[in-house]
Nanobody
Framework: QVRLVESGGGLVQAGGSLRLSCAAS????????MGWFRQAPGKEREFVAA????????YYRDSVKGRFTISRANAKNTVDLQMNSLKPEDTAIYYC???????????????WGQGTQVTVSS
Protein backbone atom coordinates (compact mmCIF):
# COMPACT_ATOMS: atom_id res chain seq x y z
CA GLN A 1 0.00 0.00 0.00
CA VAL A 2 1.40 3.37 -1.03
CA ARG A 3 1.82 5.82 1.79
CA LEU A 4 3.00 9.43 1.75
CA VAL A 5 3.66 11.15 5.06
CA GLU A 6 4.47 14.84 5.31
CA SER A 7 6.31 16.49 8.18
CA GLY A 8 7.96 19.78 9.02
CA GLY A 9 5.06 22.21 9.00
CA GLY A 10 4.59 24.82 11.68
CA LEU A 11 4.31 28.49 12.54
CA VAL A 12 6.95 30.91 11.34
CA GLN A 13 7.28 34.67 11.02
CA ALA A 14 7.36 36.34 7.63
CA GLY A 15 10.84 36.13 6.18
CA GLY A 16 11.56 32.89 7.98
CA SER A 17 12.17 29.38 6.67
CA LEU A 18 10.67 25.93 6.98
CA ARG A 19 11.64 22.60 5.50
CA LEU A 20 8.90 20.13 4.64
CA SER A 21 9.63 16.48 4.11
CA CYS A 22 7.60 13.74 2.43
CA ALA A 23 8.39 10.11 3.17
CA ALA A 24 7.12 7.68 0.54
CA SER A 25 6.65 3.97 1.08
CA UNK A 26 4.82 0.98 -0.34
CA UNK A 27 6.36 0.81 -3.81
CA UNK A 28 9.32 1.88 -5.94
CA UNK A 29 9.03 5.46 -7.13
CA UNK A 30 12.06 5.58 -9.40
CA UNK A 31 10.05 6.32 -12.54
CA UNK A 32 7.59 8.73 -10.99
CA UNK A 33 7.36 12.36 -10.08
CA MET A 34 6.67 13.89 -6.70
CA GLY A 35 4.82 17.11 -6.22
CA TRP A 36 3.92 19.58 -3.50
CA PHE A 37 0.57 21.30 -3.55
CA ARG A 38 -1.08 23.65 -1.09
CA GLN A 39 -4.54 24.76 -0.14
CA ALA A 40 -5.29 27.95 1.73
CA PRO A 41 -8.62 28.46 3.56
CA GLY A 42 -11.39 29.18 1.10
CA LYS A 43 -9.17 28.63 -1.93
CA GLU A 44 -8.59 25.90 -4.48
CA ARG A 45 -5.66 23.58 -4.08
CA GLU A 46 -2.73 24.80 -6.16
CA PHE A 47 0.52 23.45 -7.49
CA VAL A 48 3.71 24.51 -5.72
CA ALA A 49 6.62 22.41 -7.01
CA ALA A 50 7.41 19.02 -8.50
CA UNK A 51 10.46 16.90 -9.22
CA UNK A 52 11.18 13.84 -11.34
CA UNK A 53 12.63 10.97 -9.31
CA UNK A 54 14.83 9.83 -12.20
CA UNK A 55 16.06 13.04 -13.87
CA UNK A 56 15.80 15.55 -11.04
CA UNK A 57 14.04 18.04 -13.36
CA UNK A 58 11.96 20.47 -11.33
CA TYR A 59 8.91 22.67 -11.88
CA TYR A 60 7.82 25.58 -9.68
CA ARG A 61 4.89 27.92 -9.61
CA ASP A 62 6.00 31.46 -10.40
CA SER A 63 5.26 32.90 -6.97
CA VAL A 64 7.71 30.55 -5.22
CA LYS A 65 10.56 30.58 -7.71
CA GLY A 66 13.77 31.71 -6.04
CA ARG A 67 12.32 31.09 -2.57
CA PHE A 68 11.40 27.39 -2.54
CA THR A 69 13.58 24.45 -3.51
CA ILE A 70 12.36 20.91 -4.05
CA SER A 71 14.82 18.04 -3.74
CA ARG A 72 14.76 14.28 -3.53
CA ALA A 73 16.80 11.66 -1.74
CA ASN A 74 16.26 8.52 -3.81
CA ALA A 75 17.91 6.18 -1.32
CA LYS A 76 15.59 7.40 1.41
CA ASN A 77 12.47 7.71 -0.75
CA THR A 78 11.97 11.24 0.56
CA VAL A 79 11.21 14.53 -1.12
CA ASP A 80 11.85 17.81 0.66
CA LEU A 81 10.60 21.32 0.10
CA GLN A 82 12.89 24.01 1.48
CA MET A 83 10.90 27.21 1.88
CA ASN A 84 12.76 30.47 2.46
CA SER A 85 11.63 34.08 2.66
CA LEU A 86 8.18 32.93 3.62
CA LYS A 87 5.25 35.29 3.20
CA PRO A 88 1.84 35.34 4.89
CA GLU A 89 0.31 34.34 1.55
CA ASP A 90 2.24 31.07 1.75
CA THR A 91 0.00 30.04 4.64
CA ALA A 92 -1.78 26.82 3.68
CA ILE A 93 -1.97 23.10 4.18
CA TYR A 94 0.82 21.59 2.12
CA TYR A 95 0.31 18.20 0.50
CA CYS A 96 2.80 15.78 -0.97
CA UNK A 97 1.71 13.77 -4.02
CA UNK A 98 3.11 11.06 -6.29
CA UNK A 99 2.32 10.61 -9.96
CA UNK A 100 3.52 8.74 -13.05
CA UNK A 101 5.18 11.72 -14.73
CA UNK A 102 6.31 15.27 -14.09
CA UNK A 103 3.41 17.67 -14.32
CA UNK A 104 1.82 20.64 -12.59
CA UNK A 105 -1.62 19.15 -12.94
CA UNK A 106 -2.96 17.82 -9.67
CA UNK A 107 -5.30 15.34 -11.35
CA UNK A 108 -2.31 13.43 -12.72
CA UNK A 109 -1.11 12.60 -9.23
CA UNK A 110 -2.42 9.29 -7.94
CA UNK A 111 -1.26 9.26 -4.33
CA TRP A 112 -1.58 11.97 -1.71
CA GLY A 113 -0.44 12.56 1.82
CA GLN A 114 -2.61 13.91 4.61
CA GLY A 115 -1.03 17.35 4.56
CA THR A 116 0.92 19.52 6.97
CA GLN A 117 -0.05 23.00 8.10
CA VAL A 118 2.23 25.94 7.34
CA THR A 119 1.34 29.25 8.95
CA VAL A 120 3.30 32.42 8.25
CA SER A 121 2.60 35.35 10.54
CA SER A 122 3.12 38.94 9.48
Amino acid sequence: QVRLVESGGGLVQAGGSLRLSCAASGRTFSGDAMGWFRQAPGKEREFVAAISWSSGITYYRDSVKGRFTISRANAKNTVDLQMNSLKPEDTAIYYCAAGPFLTMGEYEYSYWGQGTQVTVSS
